[in-house]
């Protein structure tokens, strides 16, 4: 997949060529204070309503889409949330390249592409391997929410996390299809109003893991994105 590259110039946007090392991310934002990332978050609609809510969260919210990363960045603007940074990135080149090990305090994927074709369904983001290496980038304790709203998803990913060992289940069963307070992205929207559900989990990084005895991350690039301007990702 290729995608041209549009300027965004927005205070809220990070360009990833600006980044030097990994903690150059958690000084973007004006106070120093827990590191939250989004995963695919579209137009912002999740991101905005979470960091409205929780002024004392500093949120990382990442797309490869990039009218979702403008929008995004204008719904912010328009709000004058500063605890809220949006980048055009890969979520497993972001990981690899630009986040410390234990530095996030939650990670939120909602509707992430569902691949809903048996023999596109290696593509899917939210797999075994991609859980295991996310351990090494929570804090312990962090927060892990993954929604969707495609069954086959929920069930694949449902099976993985009670098996990987170093996440626990916050919830009394493996999915719900309610969870108070968590924001409705557009998606989830999309598809509440067709009277379809989200399947909801919310897992916790165990607090006595020890990161050592885990295989180190192993980021395989899977479904990559070229972009035009910037070269190879
Ligand atoms: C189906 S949309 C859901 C958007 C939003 N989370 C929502 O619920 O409304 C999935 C989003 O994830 C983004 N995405 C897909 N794969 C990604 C990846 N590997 N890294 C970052 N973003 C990704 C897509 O560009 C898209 O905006």
Redesign the pocket.
Known sequence: MTQRVIQIDSPCFIERESLQTPTDIANRFPKRQPLALE????LG??VTELAAANPQTNYLA????NK?CLKTCRKLEALELDNVLVMRI???YLLSHYIEKQSLSAVYI????PWPKKRHRSRR?VGSNFLQSLLHYLQPEADFFFSTDFFNYAEQVAAILPETTGYHNCLPTNWVTELPGYPV????QRFLDLGQPIYFMHYRRDKELQLEKLPEPDIRPGFRVRWERAGNE
């Open positions: 995963i695919g978050c579209g609609h999740f990442i797309d490869i889409y979702g890969e979520a497993r909602n509707c992430p592409d983001l992205s557009k998606y989830m």
